[in-house]
């Protein structure tokens, strides 16, 4: 029987229904849902990289359906877990770790991508309203970029796997960006000459292109080289003039300036490339030379040649540029000793212009010299002799460019005037003297 103590009230707990947290719960699934919806969706463009990325070898597209159908199985048996827990999607991605190590495979998705890039970039440039950005398409940048993926295709695997990334080169433009920076530059020349009975000045027009720097010389044997030597004597024409030696002071600007343009070197570096290997690959140059490797090898001599016997013509006419501008300076060097040049003058400013211009001349001299040189050099194997046709290619085609810009150049602001030459016009006075004075004896 039950007891109760005296002065303790009953108590008897009060019974409430639970009411669950609904907001709460709405929160969890919603945050599980989405990380269920990521972790999909990432899984979901996985297999979309490995099944339908863009390849573009045979034996790489042929593994990568192998992988496909590996994984296909492999997320049939996980595709009922639950995909909100990160030690499912572990699992997942876990299948998909073969297809992502293989680097042959993964070169081949990033090859492929970054060519169908730059062929689109190359194609817009092609179309695009702006004149100065269609300028900068060109043929021999696309046939350059098909070159890379035919090589990237045809080689075998360790060759693709070492082969850069393809890349499009932009045109040149030489002869517009020649003729930019001959703007830019403000380059003037004043030139006075004698030609028969009149002194002719010229500003820019053939001063810029055309100046006399001496006259040629009999050549009197060659040296150990092969290279041609020079006397003292001058050659003539039939009237007996001396024949003169003329340089394009604008080119020669040009090839210190434009000619160095990595921009430059690098675009006519691929035309060098794509000539070569059109030639090589033409079946009548094939059927000629009996292979590829000859046809190559037979434009490359032929290139070599042909550049080389210019160059060797070309070092004479710098031969006596440079003795000229030698003795000028010398003179100067002379005149600043006896006559102390002050800083700033007329004086010091034409002597430092003949210094710069001896140097420039030197330079160009050696320059063309060190490519003959290199030019007849023996070469290892077929990349060599390749690498030096490239350079004469770019040398040939490059410098009627840029004569063709500095032509164009030379003709802003030029003018000529012509005076008599006072010595000539004495001259025929004393001819026309003469000859009345005979004239006057033979009617006595």
């Known amino acids: 029987m039950a007891t109760y103590i005296k002065g303790v009230k009953d108590y008897v707990p009060k019974l409430e229904v639970f009411k669950p947290d609904y907001k709460f719960l709405s ?28 390849m573009s070898r045979e034996d790489n597209i042929q593994q990568r359906e192998q992988y ?57 440039l092609m179309t695009n309203p702006d004149e100065n950005m269609r300028d900068r398409y060109w043929q021999d940048g696309v046939q350059d970029l098909q070159y890379q993926m035919q090589d990237f ?31 830019e530059s403000g380059l003037e020349i004043e030139q006075t000459t004698l030609q028969g009975d009149w002194i002719i000045k010229t500003k820019n027009g053939t001063a810029l292109t055309r100046q006399v720097v001496g006259y040629e010389r009999e050549q009197t044997g060659t040296d150990p080289n092969g290279n041609p030597i020079y006397g003292e004597e001058y050659k003539t024409d039939a009237s007996g003039n001396k024949i003169p030696i003329y340089k394009n002071p604008a080119a020669e600007f040009l090839k210190e300036t434009v000619m ?53 013509e070309k070092v004479a006419e710098l031969d006596t540029e440079v003795k000229n501008k030698e003795t000028a300076v010398f003179n100067w060097e002379e005149y600043k000793k006896q006559h102390n040049i002050i800083p700033g003058t007329p004086e010091e400013e034409v002597y430092l ?68 030459n006072p010595f000539k016009k004495m001259e025929h006075q004393h001819s026309i003297i003469y000859i009345l004075s005979r004239c006057s004896i033979n009617m006595t």
């Open 260 to 312: 160095k343009d990595p921009l430059v070197i690098a675009g006519y570096r691929v035309q060098a490339k794509n000539r070569a290997r059109k030639f090589s690959e033409d079946e009548t140059n094939i059927q000629q030379y009996g292979s590829v490797e000859n046809a190559k090898k037979a434009w490359a001599d032929n290139i070599l040649g042909t550049q080389t016997n210019k160059d060797i």
């Open 68 to 124: 496909a159908n590996q994984l296909s199985n492999g997320l049939k048996q996980v595709s009922g877990l639950d995909l909100s827990l990160q030690q499912n999607v572990d699992v997942a991605k876990g299948l998909f770790k073969p297809f992502f190590e293989n680097k042959s495979l993964l070169k081949d998705m990033a090859f492929t991508k970054q060519y169908k890039k730059n062929m689109q970039y190359a194609q817009s």
């Open 27 to 54: 929160d969890v699934l919603t945050v599980r849902q989405d990380r269920y919806d990521t972790n999909y969706k990432s899984l979901n463009d996985l297999y979309s990289k490995v099944v339908y990325a863009d």
């Open 153 to 183: 295709k045809s080689g075998d695997a360790n060759q693709a796997l070492s082969q850069g990334m393809p890349n499009y080169v932009e045109n040149p433009n030489l002869y517009e960006r020649s003729f930019e920076k001959l703007k």
């Open 353 to 420: 212009k003949n210094r710069i211009e001896l140097q420039l001349a030197q330079k160009t001299r050696d320059l063309t010299v060190e490519r003959i040189k290199n030019a007849k050099a023996p070469t290892s194997d077929m990349d060599d002799l390749l690498n030096k046709a490239y350079s004469q290619y770019m040398a040939s085609v490059m410098g009627p460019l840029l004569s063709q810009a500095a032509v164009a150049y030379s003709q802003v602001g030029a003018s000529q005037t012509f005076e008599a």
